[in-house]
C-alpha cells in the first residue's frame, strides 16, 4: 500500500466560470500533519469540501488510501475515515462530555439505550480515554453547555476521534480561543497526530509555529504556492506578500 494518504492531482474546481481551485497538486503522508494556510478566497474552505466529497472536481483526482474519491458520496466518504471538524462547535449542550462522547462512540446505533444504559465495559474505557485525551475527565460530568468555548472545542475533537477516523480535517480551531486554550489544542492536536493523519487550517500565525512540526502548505488564488518548513514558509517573499503583508493590513484595519 502506498503511505501518501491523500494525493491530489491536477485538481480545479470551478463556480461559473471562476476557478477557486486551479491545477492544484498535493500529498499527504500517512501519519503527517499539516497545516495549511494562505489569504481569505485562497480556497482553502472548497479544498476541505473536496476532500469530504461535499464538492466534486471540475478536472483532476483525489485519492484517499489509494482510492478515487470521485464515485463517492459525502457519507460514504466520511465512512471511510474521512473526518471533518467545523468551525463552530457541534455538541449537545445540555448534555455531559461523558453523554456526548458515549453518542459518537454509538452514533450508528439507536440514541436512547446509550442515555439511559451503562455503556458495556470495552466502551466506557473508549469514553474514559477519549476524556483522559481532550482534558476533561475533571468536567466529565457537567452539562456541556457550562464549558469554555475552548473545552466544547476539544470535545468537538473527542467526538471526531471517537470515530476512528483515518484523515481528521481541522478547520480553524482556535478562532475565539484565549491564549491558554490555544496552547493546549494545539497540544492536543500533535498528540493525535501519532495515530492519525491531520490537515489542520489556521489564520494564527503563532499557532501555526506551535504545531507546524511537518510541513507547512501556503494556498494562493485556487494553487499552491509554496510548502516547506515553517521558518522558510515564514521569510519566502511571495508568502510575506501575498498571506502575511494582508493580515497586517486586516489588524491595521
Ligand atoms: P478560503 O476558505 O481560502 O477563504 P474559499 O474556498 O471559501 O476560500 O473560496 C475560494 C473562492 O471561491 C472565493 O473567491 C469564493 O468566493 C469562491 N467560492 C467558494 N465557494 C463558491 C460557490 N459555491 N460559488 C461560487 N464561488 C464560490
Ligand atoms: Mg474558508
Redesign the pocket.
Not at 38 to 47: H, L, Q, S, Y
Given at each position: 500500500m502506498s503511505d501518501k494518504i491523500l494525493e491530489i492531482e491536477h485538481l480545479t474546481?470551478s463556480?461559473?466560470g471562476?476557478r477557486?481551485?486551479n491545477d492544484l497538486n498535493f500529498t499527504l503522508n500517512q501519519g503527517e500533519l499539516r497545516v495549511i494556510i494562505?489569504?481569505?478566497?485562497?480556497?482553502?474552505?472548497?479544498?476541505l469540501?473536496i476532500i469530504t466529497g461535499k464538492?466534486k472536481p471540475t478536472a483532476g483526482t483525489v485519492k484517499f488510501k489509494g482510492k478515487n474519491l470521485r464515485p463517492y458520496a459525502e457519507h460514504q466518504i466520511a465512512r471511510m475515515g474521512v473526518g471533518r471538524k467545523f468551525q463552530t462547535p457541534r455538541v449537545y449542550l445540555n448534555l455531559t462530555p461523558r453523554q456526548n462522547l458515549a453518542l459518537a462512540c454509538n452514533r450508528n446505533k439507536n440514541v436512547f439505550p446509550t442515555l439511559l444504559q451503562k455503556p458495556p465495559t470495552p466502551e466506557r474505557r473508549t469514553v474514559a480515554s477519549l476524556l483522559e485525551t481532550i482534558g476533561l475527565s475533571p468536567k466529565a460530568d457537567l452539562p456541556a453547555n457550562l464549558l469554555s468555548h475552548g473545552e466544547k472545542q476539544w470535545l468537538e475533537i473527542g467526538m471526531l476521534v471517537a470515530q476512528s477516523p483515518d484523515l481528521l480535517l481541522v478547520d480553524e480551531p482556535v478562532a475565539g480561543l484565549t491564549d491558554e486554550e490555544t496552547e493546549r489544542t494545539g497540544e492536543l492536536l500533535v498528540a493525535l497526530s501519532e495515530s492519525h493523519s491531520i490537515i489542520v487550517?489556521e489564520h494564527d500565525m503563532e499557532f501555526v509555529r506551535q504545531i507546524a512540526t511537518d510541513q507547512v502548505t501556503v494556498?494562493h488564488q485556487?494553487s499552491v504556492l509554496c510548502e516547506g518548513a515553517f521558518e522558510s514558509v515564514q521569510s519566502d517573499p511571495r508568502v510575506i506578500e501575498v498571506y502575511l503583508g494582508q493580515e497586517e493590513t486586516e489588524h491595521a484595519a
Open positions: 474546481v463556480f461559473g471562476f477557486a481551485l494562505g489569504p481569505n478566497g485562497a480556497g482553502k474552505t472548497t479544498f469540501d464538492t487550517i494556498l485556487g
